[in-house]
């Protein structure tokens, strides 16, 4: 068993913001990485102020910040000044990853680019996080995952109820999270490539790709020259046995049974409704299919008659695929996410955060520990690099350490 987790000793500067790139960080300190968040002197991240923006929910938590940003060191670094940049260079030739999110024109001002810190460590993993690539005409263009990631690819257009219906919105981080695991794929593969040939290497990943992997399957369709079908409200979808139906409490559940002519006799049964099994209307899939509407209506008018958590008895263990409709309200009590440390509390705490969603037999990962203020761990930082106190003091005096 690895007891301080399978990145123990791997030393990672977070220099990022906005949210992939830093939950890429935030998942390798999971396994023991030393992550050093490297933020501007004052206010810090400007990300600690998401939840103080307008719509979002109002707490004396500050839950983004929580997630993001546990397991870190902070140090607060002002790489506008010479003395700023010089001690990241120093940070940089002892380190083993360095991810940024900064638009190029951002990395080249504050010399933060590939091409400015590779030379100082041949090991280093360099792991760039950008909006739409770095080519092109938009290769500069900043991004966040719902223009450039939700709605870029396609998702945002394709999940409405209908051609007519307003296209969706979408919520905090619903796709930064997702693209993180992309980033920190890359940054995992690269330093299993370093094992092998001993140099670093940079890695890249953006929105704007991760975005069109999501709509992979619907886009890889229109590449071949697919023909659509117009999208149907939930009301007259093709399939009642692959749609959602709303339950006597209000709360909904999805079925998705895709083996559906072994099933239906078990559904039925399930609904308290065997007279469907062999009824004319439905007795093949191709019948069922054909009269999707009409059997829509039934099922609306079955499942009205229940709450969730009867449904939920009547159709657990008998093999049907189905799923609850989550609400927020549930995570909280939800065993199933605690038994499988989905949900994991901090360290000397009972507040409960969420885990990433990978797990390696035999390694041990990070108990949360509490997210920094800012610059809380600069002198720490700096000691470990070889700082003394006079030369901490007049980095202080200098604006460049906060």
């Not at 123990?8 to 220099?15: A, E, P, R």
């Not at 707490?59 to 940049?85: C, F, I, T, V």
């Not at 051609?163 to 992309?182: F, I, K, L, N, Q």
């Not at 009972?350 to 610059?375: A, C, F, M, Q, Y």
Request: hydrophobic share 40%; with cysteine; charged share 25%.
């Amino acid at each position: 068993m690895d007891e301080n987790g399978i990145f123990s000793g791997l030393k990672v500067l977070d220099c990022a913001s906005f949210i992939a790139a830093p939950a890429a960080a935030t998942v390798l300190s999971d396994f023991g990485a030393d992550v050093i968040k490297i933020e501007p002197p004052g206010a810090g991240d400007p990300y600690r102020n998401l939840p103080n923006l307008p719509g979002y929910p109002i707490s004396d938590h500050n839950y983004a910040w929580m997630l993001e940003a546990r397991n870190k060191r902070s140090l607060a670094l002002d790489l506008a000044k010479p003395e700023g940049k010089e001690v990241l260079r120093k940070l940089v030739a002892e380190a083993d990853v360095f991810i940024t999110n900064f638009p190029p024109p951002v990395r080249a001002r504050l010399g933060v680019a590939y091409a400015d810190l590779a030379p100082l460590n041949e090991r280093l993993i360099y792991a760039s996080f950008t909006g739409y690539g770095e080519r092109g005409e938009e290769a500069n263009k900043p991004g966040f995952d719902s223009n450039a990631w939700w709605a870029r690819s396609g998702m945002m257009d394709l999940v409405r109820a209908d051609e007519d219906s307003t296209p969706a919105r979408s919520v905090a981080g619903m796709g930064d999270h997702p693209c993180a695991m992309s980033l920190f794929g890359a940054i995992v593969t690269a330093l299993y490539k370093r094992e092998r040939t001993g140099k670093g290497s940079e890695v890249k990943s953006n929105l704007m790709a991760n975005g069109l992997w999501s709509t992979s399957v619907l886009a890889q369709a229109k590449l071949v020259g697919a023909e659509f079908q117009p999208r149907r409200t939930r009301e007259r979808a093709l399939n009642a046995v692959a749609n959602h139906y709303r339950c006597r409490d209000g709360r909904w559940l999805i079925l998705s049974l895709l083996n559906e002519e072994k099933q239906w006799p078990t559904l039925t049964k399930c609904l308290g409704r065997e007279d469907l099994t062999d009824d004319p209307r439905f007795a093949t899939k191709a019948d069922r299919h054909a009269r999707s509407i009409e059997l829509i209506g039934i099922f609306d008018e079955i499942f009205a008659t229940r709450d969730l958590a009867e449904w939920r008895k009547a159709l657990d263990g008998t093999g049907l695929v189905f799923g609850v409709v989550g609400i927020l309200d549930d995570i909280t009590t939800d065993k199933q996410l605690i038994e499988n440390e989905v949900l994991v509390p901090f360290e000397n705490d009972t507040t409960l955060t969420i885990n990433s969603p990978i797990w390696i037999e035999g390694s041990t990962k990070t108990r949360p520990r509490k997210p920094p203020g800012v610059g809380e761990h600069s002198d720490e930082v700096l000691r470990n690099a070889g700082y003394d106190d006079a030369a901490i003091k007049a980095l202080r005096a200098s604006g460049a350490v906060g």
